[in-house]
């Protein structure tokens, strides 16, 4: 594959780890040591993933990633650090990262996870070709649940009528699908649908995405363009993300909404366009309003029709078949064999919060198909680390014993009157719950690590700091 990729690290050494492995593996690679220089070789370049460290000189990783988009639309990231917590993942994900790894890590997972990351720029290449010419078909809509059964049918009930629809719901529940949805319903289905995020566009050049220029209307403007409003004529525009558009530029969109008209930039011609807008955000536009940053009257004209894209977490029943068609999507366009999954990977999964939703769910699904090589069952250690530490720590949060309201197993220290060894105490409990594990597994070190949902690799270190020998601890045992 020539996957472009920018590796920002700090850390010349690891820096270089990762430009070898990654050249090793014939990936188109640079490095650079700063967010800052990220931005101006992305302004040079064309790069299609970003591999980022959270902690750098200056700028941070996190705040690296609102860039990455506006400079390079459709640009993967990958997010790494060496204080891997939920809310540092959660607002990764909330700022565009596809992926998130916690140092250390092996150099394989790295390369996986890069794997998986550069076959979906493989196949958004493929369809971009394929779809070159004739718009392509909406993606399959998967509903189970009864909140998403209602909002298809209330999809059903507006797509027909040219009214202007708004959609709101967190990032990455799938409101681009239910605007194709409505497109491919109504009378309109044979025109063109146009899609533009409002955010991923800077400022200046927002104007001109959306009304377009004539021939010299600033510096550079050696020929006229068409915007987004004349793309679409008689065909659906899509504004994602309305909720980032600057007040200035409120007032225009409100303009051509109302009158149906508007002026190219340079131009006094009015343009009368027939266009259906369906507008979708993430942000609360009433908060967005009482701040001043968004017009009311705006609002209103967008909200004749508001449908409310529910989180995954709102909609569980949706999980498991959403996992199934993602893993087969993504295993057919692949070629890797059709997978299944395991029973304790499906427990993680339909019990993780997924605060990344329906794209996060995607990017663990892809991921561990591609974790998983040729095995054709997808097991717990395959799925992205944050979702099985998440998942680990709701079922310690919530133990069997506590919900079934079964007597709880007695603490393995009491505080008296005098001190407690803890560092003893916590020895002990975990000297036990290692012999505990490997007996269950008949020594086997592998399934030992994964009942106690950690990496060989942790269990093999913990034996020897603790000088676990258990074939000798199993027949002093026996002797008793």
Known sequence: MNAKILIVEDDERLRDVFLEATAMEMYLTQGVSTAEEAIERLRQEHFDIVITDVTLPGMSGLDLLPYLPRLRPGILAIVITAYGTINIAVEA?????????????????????????????????????????????????????????QLLQQVRAVAPFPMTVLITGETGTGKEMIARAIHQLSPRREKPFVALNCAAVPEQLLEDELFGHVKGAFTGAHSGREGRFEQAANGTLFLDEIGDMSMALQTKLLRVLQEREFERLGSSQTIKVDVRVVAATSATLETRIEEGTFRADLYY??????????PLRERREDIRPLAEHLLTKFCTATGLPRKSVSADAWTVLLKYRWPGNVRQLQNAMERAAAMSGVLTEIGLQDLPEEVREAASEESARASPAVASGAP??????????????????????????????????????????????????????KLKRLQIDFEKEESDTQQE
Do not use: C, W, Y
């Open 93 to 149: 994900m909330k700022r565009g990262a596809t992926d998130f790894l916690t140092k250390p890590f092996e150099l394989d997972t790295l390369l996986g996870t890069i794997r998986v990351a550069a076959e979906r720029v493989m196949k958004t290449r493929a369809e971009a070709v394929a779809a070159a010419g004739s718009p392509s078909a909406p993606g399959t809509l998967i509903a189970v649940s009864p909140a998403m059964l």
């Open 301 to 310: 004209r967008l909200n004749v029709v508001h449908l409310r894209l529910p």
């Open 408 to 461: 709880q197993q007695p603490s393995p220290a009491d505080i008296q009157d005098e001190a407690v060894n803890f560092d003893a105490v916590m020895t002990k409990v975990e000297r036990d719950l290692l012999l505990q594990a490997l007996d269950k597994t008949g020594g086997n070190k592998l399934r030992a690590a994964k009942l106690l949902n950690m990496k060989r690799t942790t269990l093999v270190e």
